[in-house]
Every structure is written in structure tokens, then in C-alpha cells.
């Protein structure tokens, strides 16, 4: 084995050798890591990509998260492509409670021809379009996604399906309670008791709700919650609250003859029940972040978004 032994001025130059090798890694490594900030914190931006991509049809994902939803694809569903085909390849994604034209226009904008929607494009639950043929906003909104060659998709039946529905469990992330129960059950036990002015307050901060409708006692405590967001109709809630025996039901819409008044009839009858309705959209757009959240993850070689839709009425 040979020593090698190196006097004191041989010492200093190989350690300013290594220092400067070492600095130059540092300044590398900086700039790689301040170009990565800069591209994930510029989201509106062209999708173009800095990096070769794999290119992906639009049936390609459809297809990858199809494969995660237990026994799908489904015989009979609403998570049909709306406009577009599955042939399409893929230059960026949006994901968002409705394909409005305000959506639309900004995925143009953006260059983003795949629209991931949770809800129907053309009004109405299957979106048939028969009855719309002569109708001048239907024609006007199929002819900007036809020239723009922007595929539309519902994905509706499969995002609620998935082992623990999408939707739900967007929502109660963004309330903050996975603490407080199952995502895959309805009831929430919250530690310690909101009154009900304070979760009301809550829920329009942690879901960016304006207002929102209710029923009860502001000063109640509501331990017991029975989150249903979206419609899930007046039998189901109030089969609800009938056999989960809630503080308060927390729904996104109710028909008003429906549940409001079961509820009513249920505290003249001396229940301390309460009723948040947050509204449709309001409970069922965190599902789209969640699909954002979702191709993030899976094909992260593909730039994706979630616009939110909005709601389409105003407070007054």
C-alpha cells in the first residue's frame, strides 16, 4: 500500500479545490431547485413544458383512473366525454365543477385541451342535446370546444365511487375534521362542541362560501355532525338524520319541501336539530381539486389545474 503524504501548501490547494467544487454543486443545485419553484409556483402559465413529455390521449387517463374505481368501467353512467374524443393527445388538463365558457376561454387561454368536469356541460343530468339543437347558447358553447378541438369529460359516477369517494374526502380535508371520523361515514364527532354561529363561520371560511343558508339555534352546540354534501335528496337526509340522531345536518342543497321542512317540523316538535345548507357547487367543488390533486400525483409530466367554476348566483 503506498502513503501518500502531502506538505502543507499541497494541503491548502487540493482543499480550495474541493471548496470550489463544492460551490459549484451548491449554485447547480440552487438553480435547479429555484427553476422547479418557479414552474410549480407560476400554475396559470402555458402548459408548455420545459421537459420532453409522454404524450397521453384522452382515453389514456380516462382510462388510468377508471382502473381505481372497484368494479368499473360502469354499463350505464354519466362519466361520458361531452365534447372531444379519446383519441385526442393531451397538452394540458383543467379540472373544475362545470365546463362553463368562462372555463372554457381559460383553458384556451391556457392551452389545456382536456376539461375534467364533476357536473353536466349542457344542463341537464345526461346531457342531451337534442332538445338544444336551435338553442343559440348550446351552439354557441359546443362551437368554441369543436374549434378549439377541447375534449370534455364528466367524471360524476366514478369520483364518488372510488374507495373513499373523492368529493368527501376533499371536503372534509379542507374543513379539517379527518380527525373526527371515518371519510368513508357521514357522521363527525367535533372535540371540543362548536356553537352553531361558530360552524357556520367555519365552514364559509374553510370552503370560501360568501353565505349560506340554515336552521337552528346560533348558540347551540353541535357535536354531532351528519356531513352530506352535494344533493343526495330529501329521503336519504332525512333517513339521516332519523338514524344517526345529529346536532346538526350539514347538506349541500335541499329541496325546500323536503328536508327545510322536516327539520322545521322536527324542532317545533321540541329536536335540537339544526340545518347548514352551503349550497350545491360550494359542497362539491373541492372534488375537482381533488381530481387536480389526483393527475398531479399519477402523470405529473402533464400540467394540470383546477379552476373553480364559481357559483353561478350572487348574495344580495
Known amino acids: ?29 440552487c438553480t435547479m431547485v429555484l427553476g422547479s419553484a418557479f414552474i410549480l409556483t407560476n400554475p396559470l402559465d402555458s402548459f408548455a413544458s420545459p421537459f420532453d413529455i409522454q404524450a397521453l390521449t384522452v382515453g389514456q387517463i380516462m382510462d388510468l383512473f377508471v382502473k381505481e374505481v372497484p368494479n368499473a368501467p360502469f354499463s350505464s353512467t354519466v362519466d361520458t ?15 373544475t365543477m362545470f365546463a362553463t365558457i368562462e372555463v372554457i376561454r381559460k383553458a384556451i387561454s391556457l392551452k389545456a385541451n382536456f376539461i375534467i368536469a364533476h357536473e353536466p356541460t349542457f344542463y341537464n343530468h345526461q346531457d342531451q342535446t337534442q ?4 338553442d343559440e347558447v348550446y351552439r354557441y358553447k359546443a362551437a368554441l370546444l369543436k374549434e378549439n378541438n377541447i375534449s370534455v369529460w ?23 375534521w379527518s380527525q373526527f371520523g371515518n371519510p368513508n361515514q357521514p357522521v363527525y364527532i ?30 347551540q352546540r353541535c357535536e354531532k355532525v351528519l356531513l352530506m354534501p352535494g344533493a343526495a335528496g330529501g329521503m336519504p337526509q332525512i333517513r339521516g338524520i332519523r338514524n344517526n340522531k345529529p346536532d346538526v345536518l350539514v347538506c349541500g342543497e335541499v329541496a325546500e319541501w323536503e328536508t327545510a321542512e322536516y327539520v322545521r317540523d322536527a324542532r317545533a316538535k321540541g329536536d335540537k336539530l339544526a340545518l347548514i345548507v ?36 350572487s348574495f344580495l
Do not use: C
Not at 332538445?131 to 336551435?134: A, F, N, T, V
Not at 352553531?196 to 339555534?217: A, C, N, S, V, W
Open 81 to 95: 366525454l361531452k365534447s372531444g374524443d379519446r383519441e385526442i393527445t393531451v397538452t394540458g388538463i383543467v379540472t
Open 190 to 219: 367535533l372535540k371540543p362542541a362548536p356553537g352553531l354561529k361558530e360552524l357556520i363561520e367555519h365552514t364559509k371560511k374553510k370552503l370560501d362560501i360568501p353565505m349560506l343558508r340554515y336552521m337552528g339555534d346560533l348558540n
Open 154 to 176: 364528466r367524471n360524476h359516477d366514478y369520483v364518488h365511487s372510488l374507495i373513499t369517494d373523492g368529493v368527501r374526502k376533499q371536503v372534509v380535508e379542507q374543513l379539517g
Open 1 to 29: 500500500m503506498m502513503i501518500v503524504i502531502l506538505d502543507d501548501h499541497q494541503n491548502k490547494n487540493q482543499m480550495d479545490a474541493n471548496n470550489s467544487l463544492n460551490r459549484r454543486k451548491f449554485i447547480s443545485d
Open 278 to 313: 352551503m349550497g350545491h357547487i360550494a359542497s362539491e367543488e373541492p372534488g375537482s381539486l381533488f381530481m387536480s390533486k389526483w393527475l398531479q400525483q399519477k402523470i405529473p409530466q402533464i400540467k394540470t389545474i383546477h379552476l373553480p367554476a364559481g357559483n353561478s348566483l
Open 131 to 134: 332538445w338544444l339543437e336551435e
